[in-house]
């Protein structure tokens, strides 16, 4: 917790306040944190689909190469729509 306080001060404290541009040393490591925050979302979310997914598959006594070959697979190319 330590951390996060000290990293939320510091964000707080050289974010610019429409003055000026912020400086690359500050910027760099909001934006690789701020990366790192959205990776990690995007693989927690990712996760408990297909974990949803496998449990309706089992729940409809649907084999998994089926449910790999067309549920999964249409939902990975939905962006794509």
């Given at each position: 917790?330590?951390?996060?306080?000290?990293?939320?001060?510091?964000?707080?404290?050289?974010?610019?306040?429409?003055?000026?541009?912020?400086?690359?040393?500050?910027?760099?490591?909001?934006?690789?944190?701020?990366?790192?925050?959205?990776?990690?979302?995007?693989?927690?979310?990712?996760?408990?689909l297909?974990?949803?997914?496998?449990?309706?598959?089992?729940?409809?006594?649907?084999?998994?190469?089926?449910?790999?070959?067309?549920?999964?697979?249409?939902?990975?190319?939905?962006?794509?729509?």
């Open positions: 917790w330590g951390l996060t306080a000290v990293v939320a001060l510091a964000i707080i404290r050289y974010a610019p306040g429409g003055e000026g541009n912020m400086s690359m040393a500050v910027a760099t490591p909001i934006a690789l944190v701020g990366f790192i925050i959205a990776a990690t979302w995007i693989d927690f979310v990712a996760d408990h297909v974990s949803l997914l496998d449990f309706v598959g089992i729940i409809l006594h649907i084999p998994g190469s089926i449910m790999g070959l067309t549920v999964l697979a249409w939902g990975n190319s939905m962006a794509d729509l």
